[in-house]
């Protein structure tokens, strides 16, 4: 845990941090998707890991997500072109973003916690995804851009959820 | 209801007319929570079941927790090394002694009055033993061993009936189908780490009868056949077009779709694609060259080049895509089903090939690839829709009246219900040849 406000090529505040990720959560929730890709970086990897398996890394393990950019913009793609049977009519949305924490500072690389909790509403039934995020985010001509974001679910299985179709 | 006029509905719940080229299924089959529970005796007391495989227990005292036929059971290697299936009871008054998912151990403690027993089942200590009479016997109040267990390749299947079949001959046609599987590495396989743990609020069946149809994979799969196209990966032609079309019955209620139509993805097997670098190019081609030197061109042909969904009923399917895939089903209730897959790769894999097969893993199955969430998401559906009184019959004929067996066709779901029909009935009802 660092102080508050740290110098990482300019100063950088908790609260600056926290209005990235309201933004970004703007961003999910009203499906401005492609926006949304706009703040990763061209090496970025979102991942969820397998829920047997929340700390191994996605080298060593099978996982629910690994994806690089091409495959995270296939995702918004198909998420857009009304392909997945699952998010047409889109689903309704809502994530709440809390308790964010600056691990470390290195440069211009922050590595920074965050919980989540994802609320999904489609055909009348509800479904709830709640974990941490590991971020590691990147300063990028003064703009904050996200270099790696895993997902780690505190749930033990998908169950009754049976799928991930949304960005969590 | 009573039991006769339920025995009845199951009966008359198949049409199966040759000569008409109908096959129907009864809705009831998929809804009514009263055959479900006939079905927990009648198929799944009597079947061979997938347990899991012998590399998920590297070391004596690993254990996994598994559930089939309705029982809590510890898949576990003793401290003998023997593989053994274990009913999770406590002899003293049932409590499951083994409480985590997984893991390693030296003992199973029951947490109730810590009776505890050795990883081979064995009562090893009693609390307090002086009070109990003459013919209180340790030596008999060991874990339960499920009465019947066989491993097939690596594969370890149990059954609650002592006078199943062998293994081998219950596996009947299927066999050949993991042959082609498990001949793929020289090495052997071993299951990577890490579990896609997820479900679906539908019937089993008719995730049974999804994991074998191929005549739905480019209608409700456009997610992936568009994303194929967007990087320049040619689909394979589908159906009678195809080079390589298969959707057989294999016996014992077993099934099979095979074809090329996803080939063209690449297959860690031995075949280069679309899907995968540039730099997989030399590695794959010797991959390839060892498959053909070890097993003859032809077959290495048929391994490496062709995909396949195999099916052992009733709780186990080989999902063999660019990298195979275990899935097995546990059903909960008429309308919900567990799922749990597992990943196979070759012992002592060239890393870089390993990497690829862990990254490609996810991109079609599992519960957030480009194809599993719509058969999800489809299935859930349809349970839905089958509540309607008026659906009252489903139907599975494609392909019957022009006898032929076609990936795209049904003579892998009819065979399925054939098989569930004969077992449902206890012989009552005769069905034709899997036609």
Request: proline share 5%; glycine share 6%.
């Amino acid at each position: 845990m660092v102080e508050n406000s740290q110098r990482c090529g300019r100063d950088i505040t908790v609260q600056e941090i926290e209005q990235f990720f309201y933004k970004e959560a703007a961003l999910l929730d009203e499906w401005r998707l492609k926006d949304w890709l706009g703040i990763l970086t061209e090496d970025v990897r979102s991942e969820v890991p397998a829920l047997d398996r929340p700390k191994t890394e996605s080298k060593n393990s099978i996982h629910v997500i690994g994806d690089n950019l091409a495959r995270v913009s296939a995702r918004v793609t198909q998420l857009l072109d009304g392909t997945i049977l699952a998010e047409t009519p889109p689903s309704h949305t809502r994530r709440l973003i809390t308790n964010v924490r600056i691990v470390e500072v290195n440069g211009d690389d922050l590595e920074v916690a965050a919980n989540f909790a994802v609320y999904r509403y489609q055909h009348e039934k509800q479904e709830v995804f709640v974990g941490r995020y590991e971020n590691l985010l990147v300063l990028r001509g003064g703009e904050i851009k996200i270099r790696r974001r895993r997902a780690v679910l505190d749930m033990l299985a998908l169950r009754p959820h049976g799928k991930i179709t949304i960005i969590v | 209801m009573s039991d006769e006029r339920l025995e009845q509905e199951i009966d008359q719940s198949i049409i199966d007319d040759t000569d008409k080229g109908s096959f129907k299924v009864h809705r009831r089959v998929f809804t009514d929570p009263k055959i479900f529970a006939l079905e927990q005796e009648r198929i799944f007391g009597h079947c061979w079941l997938y347990v899991g495989h012998e590399t998920e227990l590297t070391k004596p005292g690993d254990f996994r927790l598994r559930h089939i036929a309705g029982r809590n059971v510890i898949f576990v290697r003793g401290e003998d090394s023997v593989v053994r299936v274990l009913l999770n009871n406590c002899s003293h008054r049932g409590t499951p002694v083994c409480r985590e998912p997984a893991g390693s151990a030296k003992s199973f403690r029951c947490p109730y009055h810590a009776w505890t027993y050795d990883t081979s089942g064995k009562l090893t200590s009693v609390p307090l033993p002086d009070a109990y009479g003459p013919s209180f016997d340790k030596k008999s109040l060991g874990l339960k061993n499920v009465i019947r267990v066989e491993s097939y390749r690596g594969f370890v299947f149990a059954s609650f009936d002592a006078e199943v079949q062998p293994l081998p001959d219950y596996l009947a046609d299927a066999r050949e189908y993991l042959d082609y599987v498990c001949d793929q590495p020289a090495s052997g396989f071993e299951i990577l780490p890490g579990t896609h743990r997820y479900s679906m609020r539908a019937n089993w069946k008719l995730i049974v009868e999804n994991s074998v149809d191929n005549y739905h994979f480019v209608i409700l799969h456009q997610r992936q056949v568009q994303h194929m196209k967007d990087i320049g990966v040619k689909v394979g032609t589908y159906g009678a077009n195809s080079d390589v079309s298969n959707g057989k019955s294999l016996g014992n209620g077993h099934g099979v779709t095979e074809h090329q139509q996803l080939a063209s993805f690449g297959r860690l097997a031995g075949s280069f694609g679309g899907l995968l670098p540039d730099w997989a190019k030399a590695p794959l081609a010797d991959v390839r060259a060892e498959l053909d030197a070890r097993v003859g061109a032809e077959r290495a042909q048929r391994i490496a080049t062709t995909n396949r969904n195999v099916r052992f009923y009733p709780n186990l399917y080989v999902l063999d895509h660019i990298s195979p895939v275990i899935r097995m089903i546990t059903p909960r209730a008429v309308d919900y089903t567990e799922i749990q897959e597992w990943a196979l790769a070759p012992k002592g894999e060239n890393p870089e090939l390993r990497a690829l097969r862990i990254h490609n893993n996810n991109v079609q199955i599992g519960p957030a690839g480009f194809v599993s969430p719509d058969d999800v998401e489809v299935l859930e559906q349809t349970q839905v829709g089958l509540q309607n009184p008026e659906m009252e019959w489903i139907d599975n004929s494609r392909g019957m009246s022009l006898r032929r067996a076609l990936s795209s066709d049904e003579q892998q779901m009819r065979g399925m219900h054939r098989h569930w029909h004969k077992a449902m009935t206890l012989g009552r009802v005769k069905h034709p040849e899997d036609i």
